[in-house]
């Protein structure tokens, strides 16, 4: 009783405001509208007179609509959201966002290592991040973008939670943007799970322990089965990018996955995993829908069960980003002309 009386007293306020924020999220049919658009300025405008993203695509030229001007601006809605959680957050709320917000930082860092190794024709546009987490974050955002080389990069992190790790990867033999990457999840979704133990009462704890052990379970389980089939590699190297976490998995489940003899073989062992027991369509080749699907359902469970607790938060944030992600979809589905029917399929993948 007392641990449901804090979480009541503490995440009443809050609550209440994920609660009006989520009711404007978009409906099913409401994204069958946007499919039903002629073209991109049609949807731009679509989204126009929605609150939720007239802010952040006012300012968008409509003789620039084209991907690379579009996804930023939306994905600024989403920071433009947890910022305005944040600000009514109480201390204890704040510090969960702001582990949560290392998420957005992640990104932020492999867009810039992404302009390092050459992956983008030209530097991104990242001025987003100083304007919404500035006030908050640790990081040097305006000289990490301009970052040239990456002992440059590496040096600038100095200081931050990052550090120890990117340092690690650049003193290791010749290491890539896919050592740098990896490193960064690892990194964040370690952090992110020791969250738990920070949880305020045991309901808390056990909720994080759901939404997150589910989580990285599906992780570990994609990324094996995507080493296993598309790049064919070592077990000791696929070893090195699994999250060390066990939640419904076993760890002799994991090393049946990872030392399989075949791709079918890990297959058959993820085919009679808890995951494909619980939940119906469990495939390898849905195995990214799976995901979303899992975690969608265990989100609004957990929130449904304790609105007074961090599952409101972390559900309202992962449905804004999983918004925003169908959005971009449909805006391309409906550049290349897939039909609506078509189209309804790729998004519901998400």
Known sequence: MPGMMHGLLSYSGISAKVSAMKSRLLTE?????????????????????RG????????????????????????ESVYYDF??????????????????????????????????FGQRPERPDLSAFPRYFG????????????????????????GTLYAPAMSKVLAGDHPTI????????????GLLWKTKGKASNKSEMTELTHILGAKFDMLNIIWIHRC????????????????????????????????????????????????????GDFTSEKL??????????????????????????????YYKDHEVDRIVIATECVRYKISPELAEVHISCR
Not at 93 to 105: A, D, S, T
Request: with cysteine; glycine share 2%; hydrophobic share 40%.
């Open 29 to 49: 049919e409401q994204f069958r509208e946007i499919l039903a658009q002629p073209d991109v300025p049609a949807v731009v405008a679509w989204l126009r007179q």
């Open 52 to 75: 939720n993203y007239e802010y952040v695509l006012r300012s968008l030229d409509d003789a620039h609509l084209h991907r690379g001007n579009i996804e930023p601006l939306l994905r």
């Open 83 to 116: 910022t305005k959680l944040y600000k009514f957050a109480n201390a204890e709320q704040k510090e969960f966002l702001g582990i949560y917000m290392m998420r957005y930082e992640v990104y932020f860092l492999k867009e810039c290592l992404y302009a390092i």
């Open 135 to 158: 006030r908050i974050s640790q990081l040097r955002f305006t000289e990490l973008t301009e970052a040239e080389t990456i002992e440059e990069f590496v040096s600038l992190l100095s």
């Open 178 to 189: 896919f050592d740098f990457e990896t490193a960064l999840d690892l990194f964040y979704f």
């Open 228 to 279: 296993k089939a598309n790049y064919h590699m070592s077990d000791a190297d696929i070893y090195a990018l699994l999250l060390p976490v066990n939640y419904r998995l076993s760890k002799s489940e994991i090393k049946a996955m990872v030392e399989a003899d075949s791709v079918q073989t890990a297959e058959n062992v993820i085919g009679n995993s808890y995951y494909a027991r619980q939940f």
């Open 288 to 317: 990214e829908a799976c995901y979303s699907a899992i975690l969608k359902e265990i989100l609004a469970r957990e929130s449904r069960n304790n609105p007074y607790s961090p599952a409101v938060l972390y559900s309202y944030l």
